[in-house]
């Protein structure tokens, strides 16, 4: 049982598209997401320093165009994973895959997500950290202790702390023990409270899409790691997910109860990989960074 997972924001690098546009269809393809979410990637994904794609408008539909080609890219033989799931954003992603929007609609909702959370972001400055290591309990109570929020439990032994900036600071200064704090470079403390202005206007772009489809493979939900088998219902979850914590802990639980043999990151991969050899210890794994790595997805695949 192979699943392919799509990663969240913060997996982006500059110039990260570029190999995948020499691709043969891959710059009309993108052209056409650019023009959905209201962002040039071509020029971002290729041009853009580490700054300007930090953006919350530009990285949001990047990493999910990236992942969407991606995904296009490994199934266009006719291969096909036995299940797949999104990080945060790449949850859009994940919906194209399962079927339940088709590309241009993800790629627009995700253009609004992202302009949406940037909104949000810009009424409180506010920030996320990553707690890497020490023990579930104390971590947790720490970051409740800063008036701070858990926004994402993503297993392995790392839980995103999300909140006002001096709150984050001064877990920093004061890490649990047997923890490491580290900044992520992101505008704001997404999937909090914090973001609760953001959901509306998600609601409404959600409310616009005519065409959904139940999905037609396993889609799991960050929500609680279950399985849906509702399109409509995932897209409720797409905006319940903006304001509350992701639950990558619970995804990877439902996969090892469900007995994965393998797990398939789209581009721009990494992150998801990272967590997996932590939390599925022993499953074989294929970061898709580049087009070259998709010979070992296929391979996976296969076996």
């Given at each position: 049982?192979?699943?392919v997972?799509?990663?969240g ?7 990260f598209l570029?190999?995948?546009l020499?691709?043969d269809?891959a710059?009309g393809?993108l052209?056409?997401?650019s023009d959905a979410?209201?962002v040039d990637l071509v020029?971002h994904?290729t041009?853009s ?7 919350t408008?530009i990285a ?7 992942s969407?080609?991606a995904?296009?890219?490994?199934t266009q033989g ?5 299940g797949?799931a999104g ?6 992603a994940?919906l194209v ?6 590309a241009?609609?993800g790629l627009a909702?995700?253009?609004v997500?992202?302009r949406?959370m940037?909104?949000a972001?810009?009424?409180v ?7 890497v290591?020490?023990?579930e309990e104390?971590?947790?109570?720490a970051i409740a202790a800063n008036?701070?929020?858990p926004?994402?439990y993503n ?13 984050l600071?001064?877990l ?6 047997g923890?490491?704090?580290?900044p ?6 997404f999937?909090?409270?914090?973001m609760a202005p ?11 899409i ?6 037609a493979?396993p889609l799991?939900?960050?929500s609680d790691?279950?399985t849906?088998?509702s399109?409509?219902?995932a897209l409720?979850l ?7 914590p992701?639950?990558?802990d619970?995804?990877?639980?439902s996969?090892?109860?469900?007995g ?7 581009a721009?991969?990494g992150?998801l990989v990272?967590?997996?050899k932590?939390?599925l210890r022993?499953v ?5 960074k580049t087009?070259?790595d ?6 996976l695949?296969?076996a």
């Open positions: 049982m192979i699943v997972v799509c990663p924001q913060g997996s982006q690098t500059p110039g570029a190999p995948w020499e691709l269809g710059a393809r052209a056409a997401f979410a209201q020029a994904g041009e320093d580490a700054d300007t794609i930090r953006d408008r949001q539909p990047l990493i999910v165009a990236a969407v080609l995904w296009e890219q490994l006719g291969a096909r994973p036995d797949v990080h945060s954003v790449g949850e859009i994940a895959a399962a079927g339940v929007i088709d241009e609609a909702l995700v253009g997500r992202g949406a940037a909104d972001a810009a009424l400055e506010t920030g996320m950290s990553a707690v290591g020490g023990v104390q971590v947790l109570e008036d701070l929020t926004a994402n297993g392995g032994g790392q839980i995103v702390a999300a909140g006002a900036l001096p709150g600071a001064a920093s200064e004061a890490a649990p023990r923890a490491r704090v580290i992520l470079q992101v505008a704001g403390a999937h909090t409270a914090f953001a959901q509306a206007t998600l609601q409404a772009a959600v409310d616009g005519t065409n959904v489809a139940d999905p493979l799991w939900t960050n790691g279950t849906l088998t399109g409509s219902r409720e797409i905006v319940h997910q903006v304001a509350n992701v639950r990558w619970l995804c990877m639980a996969f090892a109860e469900q994965i043999t393998g797990v398939i990151e789209l721009p991969a992150a990272g967590l997996a932590r939390g022993g074989p794994s294929v970061a898709v087009p070259e998709l010979a070992a997805a296929l391979e695949l296969a």
